[in-house]
Structures are given as C-alpha cells and as structure tokens.
C-alpha cells in the first residue's frame, strides 16, 4: 500500500491536528471537516474482532436451560433457569445467557446482538492450534496458506487506507493479519511511540532526531514506513492516546480486555481510518474446577461482557458504524469430566454486535436433545454452521465486500453466507 | 585417505568444475573496489551475525578466505559457548528424558488424582498447586514451558552471539525457517529443541538430501504437518468415524498461544475410542515437502503427486509417550517386522498404504514399504527445480531480497553437480562477482534477530539472562519460533518493516543502550564513563557498530540530535546509532 501522506495530513488527521489546538469539540470539527473534504477517511465502518483464546463452552455462555439430557451429562456444571442464585437470562424459551455475560442482555433485547449458536470448523482437528490456525487462515485443513483472512478482506476494501486501517490490540501479530496488507501490531497504544526509560522528556528530542535521520536515509522504504510512523506517534499524541477519557456511563474493567477494547474505541471515535480491529481474550480452556456462577469460565465471561457493553456504551453515536464479533477455536464436550470441567470438543457459540445486525435471535442449530446420538462422534455439540459462512457475511456486508469476492477471502470456499447481517 | 582416492575426489572436483573443499577459496573482493578491511566488515555482516570489538582488523590480518574456509568447516572449538550453554540442561538430554522432566502441570494433577492426593471435587485451585508443586520437587519435575521458553530460546541467542562457528548459527537460523515448525504448536512444542539441535544444525553444512531427510522424520514436523496421523485412507470405518484424539493429549491442552491465562492441561485424557485405527490421508506435509522444503511452488508438481505423495508417507510416525509406547517398545523388541524405528521415528507398516502409487511420473509398485518415502526424497532432492529453488532461498538470504538470476544459475549448478552439498553451494555463492558487488549497496534488511545479535556482538555483551529481551522479539515482528505457518518468516524488507516494528526496533537499541533490558551488561559502555564527548563516543561506537563504513553523515545526524549539555553522550550516541537507517540493514 502506498499511503499517501498527504492524503491523511487532509482528511481526518488535519482536523484533529486543529481540534487539539483550538480547542474545537472533536464531533464539530469531524463533522465539518467530513462535509468539506469528501475525500476524508472520516466515519469508515469498523469491524472489531474479538478471538477467545482456549475455546469457549458455547453451551454454557448460552445455555439450552431445558435439555434434561445436558443435566445429566454435567451434574455439576448445568444451570437450572429456576434456580434464583443461578440468574439467567431467558433469551427465548430455550436458551440463556450465563449471568455473567448479563452486560450483553440488554443488547440482544434491543435487537442489537445475534447469537450464532453450533458454529465452528469443518476440520475436525480438536488441537487449540491448529484449530485457531485454520480460523484464523481462513482455510480449515489447510495449513500452508500465507495469509490470514482479515487481511485479505482489507486487501478487498477497494479504497486506500491509513497506517491504521488494520490494528491488532495483541503482542505479536495476529495470524489472521498476516499477509502483504500492512497493519499495526502493539499490545498498548500508549506505548507506541519513541519510549526513553526514566526520562520521557527526552523521548521528544530522540524522536526528533530519528525523524530527522529517517527522512534523509536513502533507503526508500524506512524512508516511507518511518514518515508513516512518525505521523501515527504524532496523531495518537493528539488524540489523547494517553489521557482518553471513555464516554459516560461506559465502566471499561480494569483487564488487558478492557484496556483493549477501549483503546479500540479511541481509535474508531478519532476517525483515524480503522477498518479492522483485531484483540484476544485467553482462559477459556476450562479443563478443570469450569465452575458455574463463581470460577475460572465466570471470571473470563465476567471481563468480555463488561468489556464489550463498555465498549458500545462508549461508541456513542460511532454505534452505527461499527460491528463486534467474537470467535472461539471450537466447543467443549458435553459431558463434563472428572475433574469438573469439560474438554476439547467441536461447536460453541458466537456474538455479532452492531445496528445493522439481525439481532435478538439465536440463529444456528442446537439439537433439541442433547443426547449422544444427537451429538458430533457421541460427545459434542455439532458443528451445524461453518464459520466462514458467518465471517463472510458480517464482514462482507459490513465491510461492503462483494459476494463475489468470498472466495477470496476464504479460498477454496464456496458456501453460503449465513444471514447474521440485516 | 589412500593417494588413489584422493586422486579420484580430485580429478572428479577439477572435472565438475567444483573446488574441492580443501582448496582456496577465490573471493573477488578486491575487483569489487573492497579493500581487505571491508571484505572482513562486510563477510561478518552476511557469513555471522556481525562483527566483535577487533574482529574486522582479525579476519583482515589471517585473510578473509581463510577465515571464510574455517566457517564452512565449521568445527572451531567453542570452548567458552559450551561453558555458557551449561545453563541450558536440555541440550544434553535425549527426548524421552526431556519428556520425563519437563511435564505439565496437567499430567502431574492426572497423576496424583490417581493417586488420590487431590481431589477436584473438594480442593481449590491453590491445595491443588501446592500438591503438584510438592510432587515436582520431589520427582525433580521442570515446567514444560521452561523446555521451549528458556532453553530453547535461549540457547540460540547464546549460540548466535558467542558461537566461533558463526556461519552454522546462520545457516541453522536459515534452515530452521526454510523447514519452519513451531512452539505455539501444542503437538510439535515440546520437540522443537531436539528438531533444531539433531535434525538441523548438524547438517547445515552437509548434504541436502540429509537435512530433508532428517526434518522428515523428526517428531516437530511429523506433528507440525500432521503426517504423524495420516494413514491409508481406506477401508470404510464399521462405526461412526471416531474423532481424532487431542494428539498424546497431554502434551497439548494449552490455549495455543495466547499470551496469559493458561488453564492447565486437560484434566483427563480423552476416554480411549473403542475403535483406535482411524483411518484417513493427511496431505499437508506432502504437500509442504514440495512447495516449501524443496520443488517450490511451480516446482512441476500437481495435486495429483501431492496425494500419491502423501499415500507414500502414510506410516511415517512418531514414537508416542503415553501407554501405546511400551507396547510398540515391546513389539519391536520381540522383532515386529511391522514397525521400524530409528530414534523417535517410527514406520507403521500397518498404517502405510501398499497400493500402488506414481509420483512425478515415477511407478511405484504395490507392496513397498518405508522405502517409498526415501526414494522420493531422493527425487526431489535430485529434481532441478529443488536445486533452484534452494539456491534461490539462500541468494535471498545471503545477497539481498531480489537475487540476480545468473548467479542463482551458477549455485543450482553446484548443487546439482555436488548431490546438494551445501558447503559447496555457500563456496559458490562467496565466490560470485554478485555478491560482493552487494558489499556497497549493504541493501539486505536486518532480521529482528540479526538486529539484536549483532548489536549484542558489536558491544560485547555479557548475555546473563536472555530472557527480559525475548518480548522484544515479538514486538520486532519475529517471535522466537513463533511463526506459525510453514513457509517461515518471509524473507525480505517490507515484511519486517511497517509502522508498528519500525519504532520497536529505535525503542530496542535506546533500553539496550540505557541498561534497561536486564540480563544484559555491555562491555563496551563502562557504567562510569561519564567522560566521553559527543564526538569521542561517536568515533569510537561507529567504528564498532559500522566498521570499515563510511559513517560521516550519519555521526553528523546523530551529533546533531545530541544536546550540548545532554548526560551521558555515549549512550545517546549508541541509541541512536543502533536505531539509525544503517544499522538496520547489513
């Protein structure tokens, strides 16, 4: 990607520029600077994904609280509806949200969060892995793909982007950024930026001095990735990176998710030209003590749906232009097992979050009986929805991905998208 | 060695064209314009992981042909590695021993659940850690983690800055991604040291045909391209196929590479399937021994040999390490003529596919054995398009990101002359006009890695503890064995750099100048100097850091970046110049 540098200077990175200076509200000057400059990056839709590291026990997020089959298989673990110290949430008759995914209910009251319930791979490898390769490649069974599947959706966006079209709030970078468009890869935006230790008064002369070195190198491209850093360190300086002040009423908890997802916001309401957000929450291998309102599965839930209702509360009216979505490797079994939790199993469940979503619904396909002849090889849920069926539609429609272009994004792929998207 | 003998080596050297190993090298330096001190300079940037305090002035003075010989010999004693390797206990340990001793916490809470002395019904978390923890120090049990976060990573960071026989630390650095595999895989994680340390670095200076070979049948990749578990694809299952077991499910159970938050193993392993044999072709390491170990991706192969490919690999297998390995031990000791073991490895005739088969062309008749598989590595070591692309990967590596055809020609010669011998592919290579015309130009960009190991070796590092720099591997853009598709780490510039890396590599050379990576103490930058001038520590660090270099306008960038009343100058100096456009390429 050439970025033009000048091309960003114009758009929304020039109108925060002034914003800092005169004091202007960010929301005015976005907005004038979005009817004065059409060629401004402002306003982009955004997808946010959210990959739950470890596979989430779908049939406890969203639990099928009638099948006296799942009763019997986990003496321990399953959760009554009428038992009060429990605290469901009846979603429809059939399935609720654990209590601590309660942030989230709200949301799919409002219609706002769809629930896609048997997803996963058509690979029926049950290594976190592999699993997590082929989910994040895009091509389950096929681990020599290169790319990952977000980045081959940017590289189908069809328009030019900024330094921070594709940001991956992780340590290293996610595979499913891998690939020839560029993205940005750091745990903490507020340590992006020129760090000297005990002295960050010097960290601007230093900064100053590399720019400057950058600039004249002959290597053309440090030259032009250099220039290109240096604007994003300046731009997230102005952007208040590091006093960001959430929205009302939006209680980030105070976990890597939280920070995450809030720094994720940041960018979006910035209007720096995000387009893909990529951020993990890892724990979710719950092989011993999974535990029901109080454990290791509770805590994990606890941190994402606080994190994620924070997040949205925080979008404000950016709501419309974002949708979240979360992803897990795969389910686990429906027995539990002799150490009071469960083990690797096939399908779990998703959340898609976002106004254009056809939410307040469980799509997807749950046996009505949790049963051992209902069940994938006797023991798991079965995977009734291919991922990519769901990725494709959320990002396609989301991202204005043509149809068309599905194989691309998921080569050797050619099924339906799964209508999750309204 | 009998004078007859000699004589025939010799006369079939002189007749392939090839220099036999023991004459000397002719590298054209000097037609390049390069003087002596800059051919050393520049061989220490591309043949080890860069120049040491004096070292230029060393290899200049014995001559850099000779030095360059010794590297290809690759067998200088290393005395004061090996002392410092001693921190690493696993390097002398075979991979059943490491199995022993490095366990998870899982398989210890499996076990004393048998035992009785927990109970995850009535215990919570911190009973049932401290009783695991007792049971480890008991048994003299390390964490597994240690195995591939510690030793294995650590061991090459060591072996990079001090090892005398820099040229094989590359070169294993090379070939390690040339057949990547990696630790963020729960099945091949606890194998990689053993992979790097038995199947790679003792042949990077040998014959291809023996690295391919010995990758082939190495537990790491068996399990990491899932050959392990591929088996002929029929007869039908009476059953409902069974699902795959979590792959000696206590080695796996991780979260596969999150960075926090790990649960532990599985609590139990997976009850047994009634039916264990399940049946069913894998093709990803066939079809990765083509288009990435050795033909290349238009190598002239079709995915109609990557299938027969893979029906020839069918039984090649790992020796497991639960229950299913004393009876496969005691089978073959009582002469099972269906298993063939060689270490780890293990032929399952029973798993093998006995029809008959074509590869590239080639009739394979029905009823062979593991001799399938041997002779299609030898095919595709002998196919011109390996040698190619071989010669391709290392020009890549060795010249810079878009490797001039003819030389690439010339090495794929050699290879094919010599039966892929890849000292005398490297000869080739040092000896082309091509390379050395790259000494000026010094375009190829830094790997993180090279990045770190060079500055380390420049300053004279007293590397005490690796570990509080490996996150900086991540944040660079290259995680210690943490890549993790088969292709390995790309290969050229605009892979490494991009907006985020960039800035990670200034912010590495600043805390490696201001002390703040623990572990590591720098010889070169006295903790009380607090003397030098500006332009004092810039004659001195520039000549470290860019021997034999022209380095005029960058000292005055850098001075100009330096306050007059600025503390501790030489630290600055060396910030800047660790993070400069320069240092960043070799």
């Known amino acids: 990607m050439e970025w033009s540098r000048r091309a960003f200077m114009k758009g929304s990175g020039l109108a925060l520029f002034s914003a800092s200076f005169g004091g202007t509200p960010l929301f005015l000057s976005r907005a004038a600077d979005a009817a004065n400059n059409p060629l401004a990056h402002s306003r982009r839709k955004v997808l946010v994904t959210i990959f739950q590291r470890g596979a989430m026990d779908g049939l406890m997020a969203v639990t099928p609280f009638n099948d006296p089959a799942l009763a019997e298989a986990r003496p321990n673990l399953f959760m009554h509806l009428t038992d009060p110290k429990n605290e469901l949430t009846d979603l429809d008759g059939r399935f609720a949200l654990h209590p601590s995914f309660a942030d989230l209910a709200p949301l799919y009251k409002e219609g706002r969060l769809a629930i896609v319930h048997g997803v996963g791979s058509p690979n029926k490898t049950r290594s976190h892995f592999d699993a997590q390769d082929y989910m994040e490649n895009g091509t389950p069974g096929v681990k020599g793909t290169r790319t990952g599947w977000l980045n081959r959706a940017v590289g189908l966006l069809g328009h030019e982007g900024t330094p921070f079209r594709s940001v991956a709030l992780t340590r290293a970078l996610p595979r499913a950024f891998y690939g020839k468009e560029p993205s940005i890869a750091v745990d903490d935006l507020r340590s992006f930026g020129i760090q000297v230790p005990n002295n960050p008064q010097a960290a601007e002369q230093v900064e100053e001095g590399f720019e400057a070195m950058y600039a004249r190198s002959a290597k053309r491209l440090v030259q032009r990735v250099s220039e290109e850093s240096f604007d994003a360190i300046e731009l997230l300086e102005k952007i208040g990176v590091r006093d960001y002040k959430p929205a009302e009423g939006a209680k980030y908890p105070n976990t890597a998710l939280g920070r995450r997802l809030q720094q994720i916001a940041l960018l979006v309401k910035s209007d720096v030209g995000l387009e893909v957000a990529f951020t993990e929450t890892g724990g979710w291998d719950t092989h011993v003590q999974q535990g029901t309102t109080t454990g290791s599965f509770q805590r994990r839930a606890d941190e994402m749906s606080k994190s994620i209702a924070a997040f949205w509360t925080d979008l404000g009216t950016y709501q419309d232009d974002v949708v979240l979505m979360t992803m897990t490797e795969f389910g686990r079994t429906v027995h539990q097992n002799g150490s009071l939790g469960t083990d690797h199993g096939r399908g779990s469940c998703l959340f898609v979050l976002g106004n254009n979503v056809d939410g307040g619904k469980i799509h997807g396909n749950v046996p009505e009986k949790l049963v051992k002849d209902a069940l994938e090889d006797r023991r798991d849920l079965p995977v009734t929805t291919d991922f990519r069926s769901v990725f494709a539609d959320v990002a396609g429609k989301h991202l204005n991905i043509d149809r068309s272009h599905d194989i691309a994004m998921f080569p050797g792929w050619e099924g339906e998208r799964f209508k999750v998207m309204t | ?586």
Request: aromatic share 8%.
């Open chain 2, 1 to 586: 060695m009998t004078l007859r003998f000699a004589l025939v080596v010799l006369c079939c050297g002189a007749l392939l064209g090839v220099a036999p190993a023991n004459a000397e090298l002719q590298l054209p330096y000097k037609a390049e314009g390069l003087s002596k001190e800059q051919a050393a300079a520049y061989l220490l940037e591309r043949f080890a992981f860069g120049a040491r305090p004096g070292e230029v002035e060393k290899v200049a003075q014995m001559g850099p042909e000779k030095w360059l010989a010794q590297q290809l010999a690759g067998n200088l004693p290393d005395a004061e590695l090996d002392k410092s390797l001693e921190a690493f206990p696993a390097l002398k340990m075979t991979q059943a021993e490491m199995q022993a001793i490095y366990v998870q916490n899982g398989r210890i809470r499996r076990i004393l659940e048998r035992q009785g002395v927990i109970d995850a019904a009535k215990m919570n978390r911190k009973e049932m850690n401290q009783k695991i923890s007792v049971y480890r120090k008991k048994h003299g049990l390390l964490a597994q983690n240690a195995l591939y976060n510690k030793e294995l990573r650590g061991q090459k960071v060591m072996r990079a800055v001090y090892s005398e026989n820099q040229l094989v630390e590359v070169l294993t650095d090379f070939w390690f991604n040339h057949f990547n595999v990696t630790t963020r895989d729960g099945g091949a994680r606890s194998h990689v040291l053993t992979y790097e340390r038995d199947a790679i670095r003792p042949n990077v200076l040998g014959k291809f045909r023996t690295i391919l070979g010995a990758t082939a049948k190495h537990p790491a990749m068996l399990y990491y391209l899932d050959n392990a578990q591929s088996r002929m694809a029929s007869p039908p299952p009476r059953n409902q196929p069974r699902p795959k077991q979590e792959v000696a499910s206590g080695e796996m159970g991780m979260d596969g590479g999150m960075d926090g938050g790990m649960m532990g193993a599985p609590a139990k392993a997976q009850p047994p399937p009634k039916n264990r044999r399940k049946y069913g072709l894998n093709e990803n390491y066939a079809r990765e021994l083509m288009e990435l170990h050795t033909l290349g991706v238009d190598g002239g192969y079709t995915q109609g040999d990557v299938t027969e490919v893979a029906r020839v690999l069918t039984g090649w297998a790992a020796m497991p390490y639960n229950n299913a390995r004393k009876n496969l031990e005691k089978q073959i000791a009582n002469g099972s003529k269906r298993l063939i073991r060689e270490g780890e490895f293990v032929f399952r005739r029973d798993w093998h596919d006995k029809k008959a088969k074509v590869v590239l062309g080639e009739k394979f008749p029905a009823g062979g054995g593991i001799e399938e598989g041997e002779r299609v590595l030898d095919m595709l070591t002998k196919h011109p398009s390996t040698a190619h692309f071989i010669s391709t990967k290392l020009a890549r590596r060795f010249i810079n990101d878009n490797p001039p055809e003819a030389l690439i020609e010339r090495m794929a010669k050699t290879f094919r002359k010599t039966d892929g011998d890849l000292a005398a592919v490297m000869a080739t290579l040092s000896e082309s006009r091509e390379f050395w015309a790259e000494a000026k130009k010094r375009s190829k960009m830094k790997s993180p890695f090279e990045l770190v190991v060079s500055s380390l070796r420049a300053l004279e590092a007293d590397v005490k503890n690796s570990q509080p720099m490996m996150s900086w591997f991540d944040r660079m853009g290259e995680p210690l064995y943490g890549y993790v598709p088969p292709t390995g780490f790309p290969d050229y510039a605009e892979s490494w750099a991009n907006s985020g890396t960039l800035i990670a590599r200034m912010n590495f050379g600043i805390h490696l100048a201001t002390g703040k990576i623990r572990g590591i103490e720098l010889k070169q930058l006295s903790q009380d100097s607090t003397g030098l001038t500006t332009d004092e520590a810039l004659a001195m660090y520039s000549k470290l850091l860019l021997p034999a270099q022209d380095t005029s306008a960058i000292a005055s960038e850098v001075k100009e970046s330096i306050p007059a009343d600025a503390k501790r100058k030489e630290v600055q100096v060396i910030s800047m110049l660790l993070g400069s456009p320069e240092f960043q390429y070799r």
